[in-house]
């Protein structure tokens, strides 16, 4: 019984920052991990980032680590996605998901926000 709504998404150029956030619904919501995947026209969804239901631990893919911050806050049910120094290359649909066991296995998705980088 989750469901996870993104925003933030829009266009920036090369070299900007945006931040998104996805908010949960559900009292469960501080015990799940949660993640952050991308989904570029013509390719696979890929892994960005992750974070802990606390907080503590999070993951990033390689090709966004320095650049991108995972956080959590479990008072507003809301995961954020702070992204910084962006390229073209991270133009896609962005989603967030839910992780009840805390193993990368996913099983709530939202319905996507549209990232485009401009150069």
């Known amino acids: 019984q989750v469901q996870l709504v993104e925003s933030g998404g829009g266009l920036v150029q090369a070299g900007g920052s945006l931040r998104l956030s996805c908010a949960a619904s559900?009292?469960?919501?501080?015990?799940?991990?949660m993640g952050w995947f991308r989904q570029a026209p013509g390719k696979e969804r890929e892994f960005v980032a992750a974070?802990?239901?606390?907080?503590?631990?999070?993951d990033y893919a390689d090709s966004v680590k320095g650049r991108f911050t995972i956080s959590r806050d479990n008072g507003k049910n809301t995961v954020y996605l702070q992204m910084s120094r962006l390229r073209s290359d991270d133009t896609a649909v962005y989603y967030c998901?839910?992780?009840?066991?805390?193993?990368?296995?996913?099983?709530?998705w939202g319905q996507g926000t549209q990232v485009t980088v401009s150069s």
């Open positions: 998901a839910a992780d009840p066991r805390g193993r990368y296995a996913y099983a709530y």
């Open positions: 559900g009292r469960t919501f501080s015990s799940y991990a």
């Open positions: 974070v802990s239901n606390s907080g503590g631990i999070t």
